[in-house]
């Protein structure tokens, strides 16, 4: 699959080199630009299951004046924040519509880069409830949800079934088959994505949280990381490296590197988004068809996964943002929410694709995702939230690496987010 991608990704830079920027005030074949209609690009992380060009292909065939070029940035969160925000600080005006992740929507509207948008305009009330929220500033809707997401932990189930284990509901159980079972099949045991960037904030976020704790209350400034539950949460993933049911590469992986490694056989356990389900059943994988998917694990019970996703803005400098609107509607539509799922392996927002049987047969992970995403919890809305994410990264990957002690690790993080809340 990545082959293809890069080789895509070069066209597309010609793509944009010839077409983008040239059709900007000029009239392209086909319609002429008037007040807030014409061209537009529309800039995104890195779209790891290469649909998204297929899906807007639809949309330059249906309106020739309005045409949209893809401009794919990185695949790693971190990296397209801030080629996005470099673009949208210089002025520079290249990307009118941004596919931002649902972790950035408050830095992005409080710093007056994205546009506030009707609320009418958008069927929002077929949404997943909680997706909406992901959207939203000071009361405003700034972005229409696109793509939501959970994590999910991925298992083994033929080795499970061997071993005659069921796929693990606690920490304590995965723990268990983790050291026990995946050594005897000369697998590695769990891994997420465990690298310092966005990625592993979202992994001890949900190891905190699936323990009962949080980071930040609820006003996104008081610090609420010192409690005990934080400690178990951050516990789960210190003591697996220390113990050795981590593997030490994971300190290194983002979604990609794990993903690959649950596909070419290397793992019991991978807490991944749901777009590894398409790669790991696919045909150079060597677990397609032998591993299954459930909720991620907790205390005593099923966890709590992130809510991740990323939503369409529309850029203040947009040159053309009735255009990028009506885009926005055409991408959130039914129609191609269902393609996102289809040909993207991708979580739809749209609420009813999640019960309907044709889809569930074909993607059985349906259901439990569902009850992921309902039960999902949102990452500190802070409008400093990329601080606080680095924070979260450093601390965590330190102990990890390090083998220090969830108590010191957590007891760092509460004075780390508290100087950032001084520094405002
Ligand atoms: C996925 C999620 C996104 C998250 C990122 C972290 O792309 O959808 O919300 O921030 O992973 O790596």
């Given amino acids: 699959m990545r082959w293809i991608r890069a080789a895509g990704r070069g066209l597309l830079a010609v793509l944009v080199v010839l077409t983008g920027y040239a059709a900007s005030g000029t009239a392209p074949a086909g319609g002429t630009p008037e007040g807030g209609r014409g061209p537009m690009t529309l800039a995104t992380a890195g779209d790891l299951t290469g649909y998204l060009g297929r899906v807007l292909d639809g949309w330059n065939r249906a309106h020739p004046g309005e045409r949209v070029t893809l401009v794919e940035l990185p695949d790693s969160a971190d990296e397209t924040r801030s080629q996005m925000i470099t673009d949208l600080r210089s002025g520079a005006g290249r990307f009118d519509v941004l596919n931002i992740d649902?972790?950035?929507?408050?830095?992005?509207?409080?710093?007056?880069?994205?546009?506030?948008?009707?609320?009418?305009?958008?069927?929002?009330?077929s949404f997943l409830p909680p997706v909406v929220d992901t959207a939203t500033y000071d009361g405003k809707l700034y972005a229409v949800p696109y793509v939501t997401n959970a994590g999910m932990l991925f298992y083994r189930k033929d080795v499970l079934e061997k071993a005659g284990e069921r796929p693990p509901?606690?920490?304590?159980?995965?723990?268990?088959?983790?050291?026990?079972?995946?050594?005897?099949?000369?697998?590695?045991?769990y891994?997420?994505?465990?690298?310092?960037?966005?990625?592993?904030?979202?992994?001890?976020?949900?190891?905190?949280?699936?323990?009962?704790?949080?980071?930040?209350?609820?006003?996104?400034?008081?610090?609420?990381?010192?409690?005990?539950?934080?400690r178990a949460g951050i516990g789960f993933l210190t003591r697996g490296v220390r113990d050795g049911w981590i593997p030490r590469e994971a300190l290194a992986y983002t979604e990609e590197e794990s993903r690959q490694a649950f596909q070419d056989g290397r793992l019991l356990f991978l807490r991944n988004w749901p777009y590894a389900y398409a790669g790991a059943s696919g045909e150079d994988s060597k677990v397609a068809g032998r591993f299954g998917a459930v909720p991620l694990p907790g205390t005593d019970g099923p966890g709590t996964s992130v809510l991740g996703g990323s939503s369409l803005a529309v850029s203040s400098h947009a040159r053309h943002p009735e255009?990028?609107?009506?885009?926005?509607?055409?991408?959130?539509?039914?129609r191609v929410q269902r393609r996102v799922l289809t040909e993207g392996a991708l979580p739809p927002v749209r609420a009813a694709l999640y019960e309907d049987p044709a889809l569930v047969r074909r993607f059985p992970y349906l259901p439990a995702l569902r009850a992921s995403l309902l039960t999902a919890a949102p990452r500190p809305k802070s409008p400093h939230y990329e601080q606080v994410s680095l924070a979260v990264q450093a601390v965590v990957h330190d102990a990890m690496a390090q083998g220090q002690t969830s108590a010191a690790a957590v007891r760092r993080l509460a004075g780390e987010l508290a100087a950032i809340a001084r520094r405002r």
Avoid: C, H, K, M
């Fill in 102 to 125: 649902v972790a950035w929507t408050s830095e992005f509207a409080a710093a007056g880069w994205i546009a506030p948008l009707d609320r009418a305009r958008f069927p929002l009330g």
């Fill in 169 to 189: 509901r606690t920490w304590a159980e995965l723990e268990r088959q983790a050291r026990t079972v995946a050594p005897r099949y000369g697998l590695g045991g």
């Fill in 191 to 230: 891994a997420g994505q465990f690298l310092p960037y966005e990625g592993l904030t979202v992994n001890a976020a949900e190891a905190v949280y699936s323990a009962g704790g949080s980071i930040l209350g609820d006003d996104g400034e008081r610090v609420t990381v010192d409690s005990p539950a934080a």
């Fill in 323 to 334: 255009s990028a609107r009506d885009l926005i509607a055409y991408l959130t539509s039914e």
